[in-house]
């Protein structure tokens, strides 16, 4: 299984209470369902609204069962941002 960081971007970021963390994941709907897991709480309220980016590629609308996750990948959480 491939050891993945999840970093946590604003709203995320405070509801987690650390700006990231390690998680064994081969796919993004693994990550956000160790993620929901560890964090039932608010974190998951703002997952909803998160869009995501792994190693650096937006994930956009592709079903997050497809996403695969490699060794030592990143998936970025960015909850809507506000402002202009």
Do not use: I, N, Q
């Amino acid at each position: 299984m491939p050891k993945v960081t999840v970093r946590y971007w604003a709203a995320a970021k405070a509801a987690a209470g650390v700006a990231e963390e390690p998680y064994d994941a081969d796919t993004l709907a693994a990550a956000l369902d160790a993620v929901r897991t560890r964090h039932p709480g608010e974190l998951a309220r703002v997952l909803r609204r998160c869009s995501f980016l792994v190693d650096g590629d937006p994930v956009g609308k592709r079903e997050h069962e497809t996403v695969r996750l490699a060794e030592g990948g990143t998936v970025e959480v960015l909850p809507p941002f506000a402002g202009g």
